[in-house]
Nanobody, 115 residues
Framework: QVQLVESGGGLVQPGGSLRLSCVAS????????MSWYRQAPGKERELVAA???????NYEDSVKGRFTISRDNAKNTVYLQMNSLKPEDTAVYYC?????????WGKGTLVTVSS
């Protein structure tokens, strides 16, 4: 059974940092494009960042220069380092893995940026 389990969310002040982790099990991790999505209240889910096995990455424009996605294939883990957080980054962050027609989602972790 495939599982993606996120952790690392929480409450942080504007300008602060958080690192999200997503541990995958039940799949051949290195084959998957791993991504982080987020969904803010009343908004659609959006792609934040993605990373391929060759470690090429792409980012949503509003997080470029602030967020960094990385992966450790030996640990079946993908990370999202979030710096200079803003209130508009408040959302539930979801881990996603895609390989061919297979797509898996985690249950999400809440990030709240507020003073």
């Amino acid at each position: 059974q495939v599982q993606l389990v996120e952790s690392g969310g929480g409450l942080v002040q504007p300008g602060g940092s958080l690192r999200l982790s997503c541990v995958a099990s039940g799949l051949t991790f290195h084959r998957y494009v791993m991504s982080w999505y987020r969904q803010a209240p009343g908004k659609e889910r959006e792609l934040v960042a993605a990373i391929r096995d060759g470690e090429s990455t792409n980012y949503e424009d509003s997080v470029k220069g602030r967020f960094t996605i990385s992966r450790d294939n030996a640990k079946n883990t993908v990370y999202l380092q979030m710096n200079s957080l803003k209130p508009e980054d408040t959302a539930v962050y979801y881990c996603n893995g895609v390989f061919s027609y297979l797509t898996y989602w985690g249950k999400g972790t809440l990030v709240t940026v507020s003073s």
